[in-house]
Structures are given as C-alpha cells and as structure tokens.
C-alpha cells in the first residue's frame, strides 16, 4: 500500500505548506495602529453627498479627504499626512512673508506723500514722480544683479524651504578665517534660482531694498536732476545696497562676526535699521553734499530760511500710511509664521507700535516745550524716527526696551535735524539724513544695549547658539559687533555713495539749472504742474535774486 | 535745459548697456551671453559718453565747483576711520580692547564727515557769494 502512503505524505505537506502561507498573509495584513486611526478617519469623513448639502458652520470642510494621497492603491498612509504637515509649514510662512511683503510696497505711497507734502507745490510733480519711478529703477537693477549679490549666498532659511539654490557666496581669506563679500547666483531669478522659495525671498527683500533708494529722494528734492536721479538709484539698487545687505543678512562677514571673531552672534539688524535705513540715510547725506543746498535755502552769514513744504495734511498721512506698513516691514522679518519662533511676530508688531509711540512723544514735547509749538512736520519725522530706530532691535528686545528706544530717537531727529541744518551747512528738505540716518545708526546700536536674550529663533542667531543679547543683559561682545557694523555703513556705504555719485556728478551733473530750480522742477523736468489749477503764490525777494548771484 | 529727448535716449542706452552687461555675466558660459558683455559693456561707454556730453547743455547751475582735494582727503578720513575699526579686530582677542579699537574708528569716521567734507562741500558754496 505505497500508493495510500505517498499521498497521504503529500496532503499532509500540502496542508503544511498552505498553513503557513495564511499565517504570512495574516502577518502582512495585520494593520498598524496608524492606519487603523487613519482609517477610521476616513470612514467618519464628510461624504460628498453630505458637502453638497452646503456647510455654513465650516464643520465640515477641511477634513483627512483634503489630505493628498501619493499612492491611490495604496490609499492613504503616515506618510502623506507627514508630508501635508511641512507643505503647510511652508504655505503658511510663504504666505506671511508675501503679505508683509506687500504691506511694506505699499509704503512707496507714504513716503511719496511725506516726501512731497515737505517741498514747495512748484516741484510736487517731480517730488511724486522720484518716488513713483525709483520702484521701477530699483526693482530692475536689483532683478538683474543686486539680488544675486545681496542673496546669491543665503541658502539655509528653513523657513522658506531652505533656499538651497542660493548656495554660492564668494569669500575671501584673511587671517585664516573665511568672510563673506557677495554672492554670486540669482541675477534674473534664472537656472537653479527659478525656485518658489526664491521667489517669495526675492519680493520681500525687493521692497526693503525700494525703501532704501527712496529716502535719497528726499534729501535732493527740490533740485536733483531727474536723470541723475534715475541713474544714482539703478546704481544703488544694483551694488549699494545688495553689497551690505550681503554682508549683513546673505550670509557676508558682518554676519559672521560672532562665529569667526567671537562678538555676540555677529551683527545683528532684525528688520533693517542699518541694512535699509542707514544705508539710505548716510546715502542721502552723501548726494546732498555733492548736489549743495536749494537756492535761498542758507543767507551769506549762514543762518537757515525755513522752506515750507506746501501740504502738512499729505506729510501726516504719509506718516500714517508708513506706520501702518511697517507692520509689514519688522513682523516680516521673522520670514514665517510657523515654527522657529515665529510666533514673536506679535511681540514685534507691538514693539514697533510702542516705538513709534513713544518716538511722537519725544519729538512733539521737545519741540512743544523748546520751541514753543507741537510742530506737525517735525512730530511726523519723530514718529518716523521712532519706527526707523525699533527696525532693528524689535525682534530683540522688550516693550520696555522699545519704548525707551523709540523715546530718545524722537529727541535725537530734532537735534540731529538742527546739527545737520545749522552746522553741517546740509541741505535736507525732508529730514530724511536725520531720521533714518543719525535714527538708523542708533537703532543698530541699541540692540548691543537692550537685547534681553529671550528670543529664540530656531536656538541660533547668524550660525551661534543661545539668543542675541545685549550689554545691559550681560553681553557686551555683542555691542562691540553693533558698532562694527555701524563703523562699517558710516565708513563704507558713506564713502561707496559719495564716490559713486561725485563720479556720477562729473559724468552727468546731478543738479538742474538755476532757472529750472527758481521756476519749480514740475514743468521743466515733467512738463506738467502737479496742481495745474493752483495759483501760485510770488517767490520772497531773495529767491529772485539768487540767480543773479549764482557763479556756477 | 531741463529735461529732453537726448536725455531719454540716453539713459535708455545705459539701461540696455546695463542689462546685456548684467545678462553677459549671468550666463557667461554660453557663447551668445559673451557677447552680449562686450556689447552691453560698449553700449554702457556710449551712454557714458553720450551723458557726458550732453552735460554743459544744462547751463548754470546753483551747485558750485569745491575744491576737490579737500574733498578726497575728507573720504580717505572716513574711509581710513573703517579700516582702522577693521585691523583693531585682529590686533587685540579682548572685547574691551575690540570696544575701544571700534568706538576709535567710528568716531574718526565721524569727524571725517562733520569737519573734513562738510566744510569741504561748502567751502565755495552758493549762499557765500
């Protein structure tokens, strides 16, 4: 009976065989807790019959249904919802950056309006049309090469998706550390730089940049030639303004202060005091000394006349629409509002208030129990000067720490104003030397005074560990990096401006003719009044006769 | 003068000069990007040029010649004041040392510009004559 036998060992080995691969399959089958949770998710989810019939208390939009699946067989997984989790991540900072982006953009029009209500009605035309055409030089030039060059090196902002194109930053050795002096990818956002982070950084830092070259309106209104406008600011667009922007936020040698040198954690400047604003303001200064002072603007003796701008309406609520933007300028400035701090955007939002606040107070008392009157103008250039000084510091420091910085910036425009009219002999229609230059300066120094070192973004600052923190908080490395820095836009920005454009005066000349200037820029310069239908009133006496007095 | 067509002609010679110049770099490595350089940098020189002489077209103006050497010395001042704030980083380790070397710099910087190329600006200003 072979025969019985053999089969019985082969359905004895069959069944073997066939036991096993169940418990295989079995194994294979067994769900993790996850998917069992994922699953039971998907099984309570909003069915499309139940969306259809509308969902006026938001309960049921927005669901694990909304969750992208990468394998539709295998159906939804860990992994996917993984993924959702960083899309948002970076969704949400895109868009926090962009619309602070926007926000700042908008302050064209304040500046525009503070800038022109300042000058005389004979030259509001060409006042608006600096203001209004400066964007378009500024973001071109930048477009081209000034990008490239302020962030061509700045990859690693984990915020934005980490920026890893921009990866390419030249260096230089010098006692055998490395430091950063301009980047070299992303001129015309091309190749590698073609990158949805980059573009997002490319718009935010656009307009910062646009806010820099528009302060130097201010100080030449009233007499700069509007081609020697145009070209001064394409060229501070392009090389000016990226090349410290490099040093101090792409990564360049001012940033690593603290990890080469050991100075606090490198020059710090959270929203652009220094980058934007002394920049602009020390650039300001340097193309007022070469184009002089207006015609009457100073008698044979020295003494000052007042010119009087001709809409303190329009300077006021040129104020106002700056403060409101520059909510946009120094919450902004986290560059997210998701993970690595971010949420410190509404304690930078308040200290920018703060500042600004206490800045008015400074600068209308002073004024009011000095001089005598709340001056509008002067009251405007303190809020200003509040808001200029608190760009800085303000992701940095307390409310308390932002009032008192706002506070003695709105008592330092109204002297610095007087010490540039009065002894300087310097010609600034607007103030804008005082409030963003002489403010911006002391913005970049206070956070080496009031840094408290609560802030914590990502647990590092400019590559070093731990918080920034001042001299008044215990780190007085970290004011020694602040006035580098200052030292640094006084003797290099000042000296590359004033260089550039007494070259640019030679080539081209930056100021209008005499008669151009006594008869107001609008006509000669625009060919069209600002106000057409306003009867001007008679220019004083020695106005008239400045031409005859004129040796040029 | 005022404003006026030579002028329009030629700052959009500078922009287009610019532009090839900006674009030869950005893509050097291709043949077409080269000689868009050396166009654009050409391009640039006639803009220069052009400006240059359609300078004096302008007439008197209310900015006066100053004197060009006080001038120079007043940004060496400045800019000398920077490098010293520079070397004082390497001379001394000590942030008391550093503080000193920086706030010395700085402040010459600043004297550079208050009482080198303020004066040096106004030196033959308008409001003297």
Redesign the interface.
């Known amino acids: 009976m072979r025969i019985p036998r053999i089969v019985t060992w082969t359905c004895a080995l069959a069944i073997l065989l066939m036991a096993g691969a169940a418990i295989v399959a079995r194994a294979d089958a067994a769900p993790s807790a996850s998917a069992a949770e994922l699953k039971s998710a998907l099984a309570v989810a909003p069915t499309t019959s139940a969306l259809a019939n509308g969902d006026p208390g938001g309960v049921l939009t927005g669901t694990v249904n909304d969750v992208p699946v990468a394998d539709p067989k295998a159906g939804l997984g860990l992994g996917d919802v993984a993924n959702q989790v960083g899309q948002n991540k970076i969704a949400i900072n895109f868009v926090w950056t962009l619309v602070t982006g926007f926000l700042v953009m908008f302050m064209q029009a304040g500046f525009a309006m503070v800038e022109a209500g300042l000058c005389r009605v004979k030259n509001a035309n060409h006042t608006y049309m600096m203001n209004f055409f400066v964007y378009t030089c500024g973001l ?2 930048y477009w ?2 000034g990008f ?1 060059i302020q962030m061509g090196g700045a990859a690693g902002n984990g915020n934005l998706g980490g920026l890893q194109s921009l990866n390419t930053e030249h260096l230089i050795t010098l ?1 055998g550390t490395h430091w950063g002096i301009f980047g070299e990818c992303g ?2 956002l ?1 190749r590698s730089t073609y990158d949805v982070g980059v573009m997002v950084i490319f718009l935010f830092e656009m307009v910062f940049m646009d806010t820099a070259l528009t302060i130097v309106t201010g100080a030449c209104a009233e ?1 700069w ?3 020697a406008f ?2 001064s600011s ?1 060229l501070m667009g ?1 090389f000016t303004y990226p090349l410290y922007g490099n040093w101090a936020w792409g990564g360049g040698w001012l940033s690593q ?1 603290g990890v080469n ?1 050991g ?1 606090g954690k490198g020059y710090c400047d959270f929203a652009g005091s220094g980058v934007v604003h002394a920049v602009g303001g020390l650039t300001a ?1 340097a193309v007022a ?7 009457g ?4 003796d ?1 003494s000052a006349n007042a010119i009087i701008g001709h809409d303190i309406s329009a300077v006021l609520i040129g104020c106002f629409i700056l403060a409101f933007g520059w909510f946009g300028f120094n919450p902004g400035s986290t560059l997210g509002a998701s993970a690595a701090g971010n949420l410190r955007i509404g304690s930078i939002a308040v200290n920018t208030m703060l500042a600004g606040c206490t800045a008015t107070f400074g600068a209308l008392l002073y004024m009011w129990v000095v001089k005598g009157k709340p001056d509008a103008s002067m009251s405007g250039n303190g809020i200003l000067a509040g808001l200029v000084a608190i760009t800085a510091p303000s992701g940095f420091v307390s409310t308390m720490g932002a009032a008192i910085i706002g506070f003695i910036a709105g008592v330092l425009v109204c002297f610095s104003c007087a010490f540039v009219e009065n ?4 010609d600034d229609p607007v103030g804008a030397v005082s409030v963003h230059g002489t403010c911006g300066l002391w913005g970049v120094l206070s956070i080496g005074f009031f840094a408290d070192g609560t802030s914590n973004y990502g647990g590092s600052w400019n590559g070093v560990t731990g918080s920034v923190t001042g001299l008044f908080y215990g780190d ?2 970290q ?2 990096a602040q ?2 820095g ?3 836009l ?3 920005v ?2 590359f401006s ?2 550039l454009n ?1 070259i640019l ?1 030679i ?11 006594v008869a107001g820029l609008d006509l ?4 069209q009044l600002g106000y057409p239908e306003f009867v001007f009133k008679p220019e004083p006496d020695f106005m008239l006769a ?1 031409e005859k ?4 | 003068m005022a404003a006026t067509k030579s002028q329009g002609s030629q700052f959009t010679l500078f922009m287009v000069g610019l532009t090839a110049v900006c674009a030869g770099i950005a893509f050097f490595d291709s043949g077409v990007a080269k000689v868009a350089l050396i166009a654009g940098a050409v391009v640039l020189a006639i803009s220069l040029w052009g400006l240059f002489k359609i300078k004096p077209l302008e007439g008197k103006t209310g900015g006066t010649p100053q004197p060009a050497v006080m001038k120079l010395i007043g940004v060496v001042v400045v800019a000398g004041g920077w490098l010293f704030v520079l070397f004082g980083l390497h001379m001394t380790s000590s942030v008391g040392g550093r503080m000193v070397t920086s706030i010395i710099g700085f402040v010459v910087s600043l004297i550079g510009i208050c009482y080198v190329l303020a004066p040096a600006v106004n030196k033959n200003a308008i409001w003297k004559s």
Do not use: H
């Not at chain 1, 080539?507 to 200037?517: C, D, K, N, P």
């Open positions: 071109f030039a081209i090469i490239a006692f001129m015309f091309a007499r030639k509007f081609l145009a070209v394409v392009a202060l040198l100075l200064l000394m070469i184009i002089g002072p207006r015609i603007k100073f008698n044979r020295g002894y300087l002999k310097i007085a490395s004011l020694v006035i580098v200052c030292a640094t006084v003797g290099f000042f000296t004033f260089v007494w005066d080539i081209l000349g930056q100021r209008v003719s005499i008669a151009t200037e000669p310069e625009m060919g400045a007095l004129a040796v040029a």
